[in-house]
């Protein structure tokens, strides 16, 4: 279940920075921290 959240939330934050509105809100650090917690994932696997 915390997968399927994890996975909402990053698709709206992608969607969302791709659509332009995390830079209209200066929020672009959102994907940097999505990219961190996905780091460990990736060493792990």
Known sequence: MWFI????IAITVLILHYSG????YNLDWLVYVLAVTVFPAVLYL
Request: glycine share 0%; net charge positive.
């Open 5 to 8: 959240l994890y996975y909402v």
């Open 21 to 24: 509105h995390l830079s209209r």
